[in-house]
């Protein structure tokens, strides 16, 4: 199978808009057989990650962890998600995106508490109306949310997953990022700046309609550079777009003219949530291992964005990747790569 790197360049985001909007079922895919696996969604308790929820634990999902930032709302999605499968294990876990911290401490009670772990969907993001920069890190919390903390997260969950995968039929674990076509739509122009994360946190860039397709965009220029230093033998990384999907929610912190255009356009042409959450679970437990590095969207590998293949696109990325790096290099994330073991990275 062909990976998104070896693809592409995607077409216009209108195309790739039109082509979603006539594939709104979602594609049967093989029954799945979830028993004995472990599965945790960040945001779980809501929306198309909830619906995912269910749609796991109704194929013998044996452990589900769905995160949270308020306690309360957790508990009443995995209250409703016990009676649909009693014999499960469903868990609450607090993360908190916008915090390092809080990253830290999940991790790390995923090392200490579970013995095995097949497959992470991030589904955690957030739209931003107006520039706000994070207290904690002081990072604008779009970008926070949706890019460095996913990164974050991401590559401390590596060698975790990679010493809890399935070793007993030899199965890589998976990490599905949440992305969205609009990644196709997304103008970057921070990436002009001597320093594109600087340009991120600087109110003078800030466009509220774009950053949230940028971010998405971002991801797809971190998968396609985390890929070669990770062994698909051992864990599998790609990015999943659910489309256009008829849930409320994101678009919370829009301004209220935007959020009604969105709500009509859910009406008319958007998927259903359980279109947007098979996605998930389909780019999740179904799709092979040559996924890994790719992003896929229609239930099938699609190419990246045209900016990532252009010269100017092409530095762009290898400077977002080295800044990236930089950022978190508080958290010793060039070690871990190193220490996964690929040699042709």
Known sequence: MATSSNLGPAGPFFFYFLRSITLSRFAKTAPLNLSGQTAIITGGYSGIGYKCAEILLSNELSHLIITVRSEKKGNDAAAKLRRLNPKAKIEVWSLDMLSYDSIQAFVKRCNNDLPRIDFVILNAGMVSGEFSLNESTGHEVCFQVNYLSTALLTILLLPILKAKRNSKQD?????????????????????????????FDSAGYFNSLDRYSTTKLLLLIFVSKLAPFVDASDVVVNVV???????????????????????????????????????????????PSSTHGSWLANWQVYAFPKVMYSPEGKQASDTMWEETLEDLDWAGVRGILSAMGKRNA
């Not at 674990?173 to 340009?199: C, D, H, K, W, Y």
């Not at 659910?242 to 008319?268: E, H, K, Q, W």
């Open 171 to 199: 199965k890589p674990s998976r990490i599905t990022m949440v992305g969205s076509g609009l990644a196709l739509s997304a103008n970057f122009p921070e990436r002009n700046s001597q320093s594109v994360i600087r340009a």
């Open 241 to 287: 777009d659910p489309a256009f999907v008829a849930t409320p929610g994101l678009d919370r912190n829009i301004p209220a003219y935007l959020r009604y255009i969105n709500g009509l356009s859910r009406m008319l042409v958007a998927r259903s949530i359980q279109a947007g959450a098979w996605a998930y679970a389909d780019a999740a437990a179904v799709q």
